[in-house]
Nanobody, 115 residues
Framework: VQFVESGGGLVQPGGSLRLSCQVS??????????MAWYRQAPGAQREWVAS???????AYAESVKGRFTISRDNARGQIYLQMNSLEAEDTAVYFCNCRPPLDNWGQGTQVTVSS
């Protein structure tokens, strides 16, 4: 299984972005897995942001709760992260993976929140 993240960019505080993650390879292997988004800010460790279960339940880190929404399309092998009301503290490289994560990570997609 490989992960390819996209959708990042430069956005002003208060703006929105929608990240996408394309899972390739043995897509069916993620059908029953909890899938998640993670992020890594400069000089910081990678942290969990949000996750979605195989039946569509979701959980969020306190720092993004109420602003971010995670969703999944198993048939297409895609995971999404809708990010609203973005703050400077959301600046990071965003990754998708299983939860707990597999050893292989994608390249991530850079999100920069700045005026």
């Amino acid at each position: 299984v490989q992960f390819v993240e996209s959708g990042g960019g430069l956005v002003q505080p208060g703006g929105s972005l929608r990240l996408s993650c394309q899972v390739s390879g043995r897509i069916f292997s993620i059908y029953n897995k909890e899938m998640a988004w993670y992020r890594q800010a400069p000089g910081a460790q990678r942290e969990w942001v949000a996750s979605t279960t195989k039946i569509g339940g979701s959980a969020y880190a306190e720092s993004v709760k109420g602003r971010f929404t995670i969703s999944r399309d198993n048939a297409r092998g895609q995971i999404y992260l809708q990010m609203n009301s973005l703050e400077a503290e959301d600046t990071a490289v965003y990754f998708c993976n299983c939860r707990p994560p597999l050893d292989n990570w994608g390249q991530g997609t850079q999100v920069t929140v700045s005026s």
